[in-house]
């Protein structure tokens, strides 16, 4: 009953915050386990986040399938400072999903504080929950500029 609980506080903190993404996922969760499905769990643990991702992708692909983004318009924005920019912006945040993999994988509790700053974030912030590795990648980081300032 425990986790029907949380999973009806977090529906209404969401209703509460407007956030659908989050009352959505709560209630799907909720009826996976109030219609017994609960053997289904670890698969949507193990490969939610891979269709999370499959979507996003998908959706931000959508502009050169509806032929929005002609090929002149890459060339244009791979040769300005902003898609410079946004080349290392991308191979930054892939750095940082890496160290929050090694984090997860080394301190896997780490994922409950991860989760309350998520809700945090989208309850107060009007954030947008990406994923629990960008999270951590940040966290990685952020314990490492701590570790390094204690040893000064």
């Known amino acids: 009953m425990n986790g029907e609980l949380v999973l009806v506080t977090l529906i209404v903190i969401g209703l509460a915050s407007r956030s659908s993404i989050l009352t959505t996922a709560a209630c799907i969760l909720l009826i996976v386990k109030l219609v017994q499905l609960e053997r289904f769990l670890p698969s949507i643990e193990r490969r939610g986040m891979e269709l999370g991702l499959l979507f996003l992708t998908i959706a931000v692909l959508v502009p050169f399938a509806a032929e929005h983004v002609t090929l002149k318009d890459v060339v244009r924005t791979l040769t ?16 940082m999903n890496n160290q929050g993999l090694h984090l997860l994988k080394n301190d896997p509790q780490m994922i409950i504080g991860l989760v309350a700053g998520s809700i945090i ?3 107060f912030m009007r954030g947008i929950p990406v994923g629990p590795l960008m999270a951590a990648g940040i966290t990685a980081i952020l314990l490492q500029i701590f570790n390094w300032i204690i040893s000064k």
Do not use: D, E
């Not at 400072?81 to 750095?95: D, N, S, V």
């Open 80 to 95: 300005s400072w902003t898609g410079l920019l946004a080349i290392l912006g991308g191979a930054i945040a892939t750095l």
């Open 121 to 123: 974030g989208i309850v």
